[in-house]
Each structure stands twice: as structure tokens, then as C-alpha cells.
T-cell receptor, first 115, second 114 residues
Framework: DAGVIQSPRHEVTEMGQEVTLRCKPISGHNSLFWYRQTMMRGLELLIYFNNNVPIDDSGMPEDRFSAKMPNASFSTLKIQPSEPRDSAVYFC?????????????FGPGTRLTVL | DQQVKQNSPSLSVQEGRISILNCDYTNSMFDYFLWYKKYPAEGPTFLISISSIKDKNEDGRFTVFLNKSAKHLSLHIVPSQPGDSAVYFCAASLFYNQGGKLIFGQGTELSVKP
């Protein structure tokens, strides 16, 4: 399997622009997670989906952030409008959760720079 | 509030010696713990996990110990190798209640010197 795929790998944009990050989870996985990594806050969970349904979005920082999962093989994280403090590495992860174990597999991340 | 803490931002160890990475948590309801390893420009990769019903789990050179009374877990790497140099994150979850939501520590950067 190709693993979790994220695009783009790098994104540089100007403040106020819309940014869309994309994720393709591992085939057959039923949970998908969006994380953000910054020096100040470390690795923090933004939102996660189970069977394409958002379960917990309490980590989404503001209304400027939104995430969708229209089907089992695709998810987007959108920031509109973007601000310099959104600059971070954004990771997508997927897992096949069952009652015995749960291992999340991470994508390579998207490094976002907002000027 | 930080529910999972890794108080050592960095650790340097000589090749062949033991590396011990520590992690503390505050929520006694956490029932599943994991360690992830991260190289630069890559996503974290799963290393080893432990359920709260156990106090030790071993996988090759890697052993995770869980002390529930102290709310403390540690990762032992024996013997350490230069390829182990990376950032290590511990994570915790309310596995059976929230299935999948992980809370990560800040990470510890391990450097193994030849």
C-alpha cells in the first residue's frame, strides 16, 4: 500500500488567501485525523472522522478552519482566510480502529507558510 | 492544560548504551499509550504501544514500561543505534471511550552518537 498521501507537500501563500490541504487515507481504514505541529504547541489534534463522519472537532482553532470527508478515500482541510499564525506542518493520519488495538499511520505532512 | 508531558526536550546517548525516554500524564482515565518516532520532513511512525492492563510491552530493542500509580511511562531502547536518532513522541488515549483520539506529548529529540 502507498500509505497516507498528502498534497501539496509545501504551500506558501499570502495572508488572506484560501488554503486547501488534501489527504488520501490508507485503503480500508475507517478513521481519519488531521493534526497540526508547531514549535509552541507540539502535535495537536484538530479534528477526526470515523466512517466519514466528524466525531470531534474541538481542536479546530477557529471558524476559519473547516474539514470535510466526502468519501472514505479523501479528505480536505481548508483555511479561509489564512493568517501568518497558521504557518505549521499539517499531518493527516488514518487508522483501522478495533477494540483490540489502534495504530494511526501518518502522512508525510504539508508544510504551510503564510506570509 | 497539557495532559501528556515529555519534560526532556532532548537526550544524547552513546551508541550501544541504553536510551530511556520518559513521559508523564495527568488523566488517570487514559487506557492506551503509544510511542511514535519522527524523522525530519517525515510523518510520525508508530513504534510500540501498551494497554493500561499491562505494565510492560517489549518489541525487539524497544520496551515500554507503564506505571499507572505514578502516571508515568517510559521507552527503553537497548542497545541504542545511530539510526535511532529522531524525535520521539508519547501519546495517550481514552481508547475504549473515544476510540482513536490521541493526545501527544511535546516530543524528545534523541541523538545517538557513534
Amino acid at each position: 500500500d502507498a500509505g497516507v498521501i498528502q498534497s501539496p507537500r509545501h504551500e506558501v501563500t499570502e495572508m488572506g488567501q484560501e488554503v486547501t490541504l488534501r489527504c488520501k487515507p490508507i485503503s480500508g481504514h475507517n478513521s481519519l485525523f488531521w493534526y497540526r505541529q508547531t514549535m509552541m504547541r507540539g502535535l495537536e489534534l484538530l479534528i477526526y472522522f470515523n466512517n466519514n463522519v466528524p466525531i470531534d472537532d474541538s481542536g479546530m482553532p477557529e471558524d476559519r478552519f473547516s474539514a470535510k470527508m466526502p468519501n472514505a478515500s479523501f479528505s480536505t482541510l481548508k483555511i479561509q482566510p489564512s493568517e501568518p499564525r497558521d504557518s505549521a506542518v499539517y499531518f493527516c493520519a488514518s487508522s483501522l480502529w478495533d477494540r483490540d488495538k489502534d495504530t494511526q499511520y501518518f502522512g508525510p505532512g504539508t508544510r504551510l507558510t503564510v506570509l | 492544560d497539557q495532559q501528556v508531558k515529555q519534560n526532556s526536550p532532548s537526550l544524547s546517548v552513546q551508541e550501544g548504551r541504553i536510551s530511556i525516554l520518559n513521559c508523564d500524564y495527568t488523566n488517570s482515565m487514559f487506557d492506551y499509550f503509544l510511542w511514535y518516532k519522527k524523522y525530519p520532513a517525515e510523518g510520525p511512525t508508530f513504534l510500540i504501544s501498551i494497554s493500561s492492563i499491562k505494565d510492560k510491552n517489549e518489541d525487539g530493542r524497544f520496551t515500554v514500561f507503564l506505571n499507572k500509580s505514578a502516571k508515568h511511562l517510559s521507552l527503553h531502547i537497548v542497545p541504542s543505534q545511530p539510526g535511532d536518532s529522531a524525535v520521539y513522541f508519547c501519546a495517550a488515549s481514552l481508547f475504549y471511550n473515544q476510540g482513536g483520539k490521541l493526545i501527544f506529548g511535546q516530543g524528545t529529540e534523541l541523538s545517538v552518537k557513534p
